[in-house]
């Protein structure tokens, strides 16, 4: 980690933390204060000590944490009063996304808000009973500092201990009352969709895109399930809701316009000033919408976005073993966005230097919005002023020229575990990115990934794991890591037509259903009983930052029920679709792949058989034309010689004709004539994905 983050170096003796693998806990790991990690030993120091526990939740890109760090857990006299009178525990939010999830839920319940670094404390039973999120080092108005807090927090819990413990037991029961979740009753109905869309339009900015105000996130989920209810309505200001945000979105500052790829969200409603931490999360997502609009519009634009978005995660997130590292942090040399903003003294320079003469210098610095003064504490974060835009190629040259400058500065620190969620995620990108835009170098890293998760991720009793970084991985997955791997699997088949990557999307979802379902709500827990137990068992149907697991396993389960021809799987997602459905359409910005997946279960399937051997250019040829329309219902299901799928129903009969791969492109019970021609099976798929037909309801 960068320096910015230790001061001190690690000259001081190190804590428990220096055991660890997780970047975020190792930045930690000679603060004074006595950290232990989540685990075993921590609680049963707690039990014995009948000390409180001091929780800090945090992730290695989050800017605050950092400053919390500085300030507080740094200083000798904090550290002493922490260790003194409390077990401190010190978690990654991103290794440990079930103690985040129940634990911010009681701090929102306590304080009405929530964040990171999140600060709760806890009983030794692992009750909260109070919280908050960051706190200063000393008082300010309206904010205790961290030292008063700890001060009054350790009286309370010697002085009216009954009192602490009742609070933490009632908190406790509301928390298990807020995450139960109860069985669905009626099926998704299309008016809900159309509600969702409909109330998605009252939120719209029409003048900055997006929904709502400052801060701003991109919600790449949304936008896409808008695509689709457009697709089916036709409706120009529903598809200008998608392409007037993602316009201003690749226009802002949000958007790397040197390097590609976005940061997490925007501090303003304009998309121009970022929190600049750049997450894999975010850019998988973000590439794939981008992806899905170009499919939708023809426009290249969204193309080159997507394309430079997929180039930023291969070259600064990828690795050496074939996965991607989690986030690029928001700070270097001790200040936030200092990587990415610029003087103009500085820009000018770097330009005349890369042969642009002063006259081309200027009008570059003008497209940028870069100015004497700035446009962010002195300098300027480069974002499509409105102005007219140079020559592409004068543009493209500038890009290299300014990305090699950046490139001699000091970096934000990486944060390179590598999660099995997010990689899942990346992967369904790069595969859709090899698909849709016929570049070899995304059916690379489309394969380096797969290698990646098979060789890293994939335990030998056929479950995965949760985290890995330098070669070791640990923390049995939860349920969002099975969903979204299965999910970027079911992608890598489609994109590469190796039918091992389709098998073990099944056996993975089998295993998720094993381990996760269930049966009494028809829904998914996000844990295991591999997990700990701990005042709540989470479970969530709510889209967030990241698609819920539930989501992303309905979603899955309607593709794998089409390919498998296993009903169980079609009941599993209908049974998850009703257990939302009462709230999706009332909160739709919470819903986003929730809402795709409902959507899909409403339509007829729509699948492309292509028969013939995986690498042969004529059938890569049928699966990236099969790609190229709009047809988000579409499931492409690669038929190589040999494969036991071939006994499966969605594949009886179809085997290449004339001895040339052949494509079957089905809708529902109705089949196209098969061909071997590219563009007659784009054709094909374009028709029968326009012509969209209700499934019949059971």
């Not at 000590?49 to 929780?55: S, V, Y």
């Not at 309206?142 to 009632?170: C, I, K, S």
């Not at 003048?207 to 790449?220: D, M, N, T, Y």
Request: proline share 6%; net charge negative; glycine share 8%.
């Amino acid at each position: 980690m960068s320096d910015e983050h230790d001061p001190a170096g690690t000259d001081r003796p190190a804590n428990r933390l220096a055991g660890e693998t997780s970047p975020y806990l190792l930045q930690h790991a000679h603060n004074p204060v006595d950290w232990y990690p989540w685990g075993n030993e921590a609680l049963e120091r707690a039990r014995s000590a009948d000390r409180p526990i001091f929780l800090s939740i945090g992730y290695s890109a989050c800017h605050w944490c950092h400053v919390m760090e500085r300030e507080s857990f740094e200083n000798p006299a904090i550290a002493a009063q922490l260790n003194r009178d409390f077990v401190a525990i010190k978690v990654d939010r991103e290794e440990r996304p079930d103690l985040d999830e129940v634990y911010m839920a009681a701090v929102q319940t306590m304080t009405g808000g929530g964040g990171w670094p999140m600060s709760v404390f806890l009983t030794p039973a692992l009750e909260p009973f109070f919280g908050g999120t960051y706190f200063p080092p000393d008082d300010r108005p309206g904010m205790p500092g961290f030292p008063r807090v700890l001060a009054a927090v350790a009286d309370a819990y010697r002085t009216r201990r009954a009192e602490v413990v009742e609070q933490g037991r009632q908190l406790a029961a509301h928390l298990r009352e807020q995450l139960e979740v109860l069985p669905g009753r009626a099926e998704v109905e299309r008016r809900q969709l159309d509600g969702a869309a409909a109330r998605l339009a009252a939120a719209f900015d029409e003048v900055e895109g997006g929904f709502g105000g400052a801060p701003k996130f991109p919600a790449p989920m949304t936008l896409e399930f808008l695509l689709r209810t457009w697709r089916r309505s036709g409706d120009p200001h529903t598809l200008r809701m998608v392409t007037h945000t993602l316009d201003r979105m690749a226009d802002g500052g949000i958007h790397d316009q040197v390097g590609g790829g976005f940061a997490r969200y925007s501090t303003d409603a304009r998309w121009l000033v970022p929190h600049f931490e750049k997450m894999l999360y975010d850019n998988a997502q973000l590439a794939h919408a981008y992806l899905e609009a170009f499919r939708a519009t023809g426009m290249d634009r969204y193309a080159q976005v997507a394309r430079r978005t997929l180039d930023f995660m291969i070259r600064e997130l990828g690795t050496d073993d074939g996965g991607l590292a989690s986030a690029l942090d928001a700070d270097s040399e001790g200040e936030e966005g200092r990587f990415y903003t610029w003087e103009l003294g500085e820009l000018r320079e770097t330009l005349e230097a890369a042969a642009i003469d002063a006259a081309e210098a200027t009008a570059l610095a003008d497209y940028w919005g870069v100015t004497a003064g700035g446009n962010w504490e002195g300098r300027s974060i480069l974002h499509v002023a409105g102005l007219a835009a140079p020559p592409e190629a004068l543009l493209e040259h500038a890009r290299r020229a300014l990305l090699a400058a950046r490139e001699r500065r000091v970096r934000p620190s990486r944060d390179d575990k590598q999660l099995a969620a997010w990689n899942g995620m990346a992967l369904r990108s790069l595969s859709v990115g090899a698909l849709v835009l016929g570049e070899d170098r995304y059916a690379i890293a489309t394969r380096e990934c797969v290698r990646f998760i098979r060789s890293r991720l994939l335990r030998d009793d056929g479950r995965l794991w949760r985290t890995a970084r330098d070669g070791t991985a640990h923390t049995p997955a939860f349920c969002e890591d099975y969903a979204h791997v299965a999910d970027g699997l079911l992608a890598a088949y489609a994109a590469l037509g190796d039918a091992a990557d389709l098998e073990l999307a099944v056996a993975l979802m089998h295993r998720a259903v094993a381990d996760f379902w269930d049966e009494a709500s028809g829904t998914f827990f996000d844990t295991s009983e591999e997990h700990d137990r701990i005042v709540a068992r989470p479970r969530s149907l709510v889209d967030g930052a990241t698609p819920a697991a539930n989501s992303v396993a309905a979603d899955v389960l309607l593709r794998l029920a089409l390919l498998t021809g296993e009903a169980d799987d079609d009941r599993r997602a209908r049974s998850i679709l009703r257990a939302a459905g009462p709230a999706i359409d009332r909160h739709p910005i919470q819903f986003g792949r929730m809402l795709s997946a409902a959507d899909r279960s409403l339509a007829e399937p729509l699948d492309a058989v292509v028969a013939g051997e995986s690498e042969d250019p004529r059938a890569v040829a049928l699966r990236r034309a099969a790609a190229a329309p709009f047809a988000p219902d579409l499931v492409i299901a690669p038929l190589p010689g040999g494969a036991h799928i071939a006994e499966w129903p969605l594949f009886e009969g179809k085997v290449p004709r004339d001895g040339a791969p052949t494509a079957y492109v089905c809708r529902g019970y109705a089949c196209d004539e098969p061909t071997s021609d590219a563009a007659r099976a784009a054709a094909q798929v374009a028709l029968l994905g326009r012509a969209v037909t209700e499934r019949a309801t059971p």
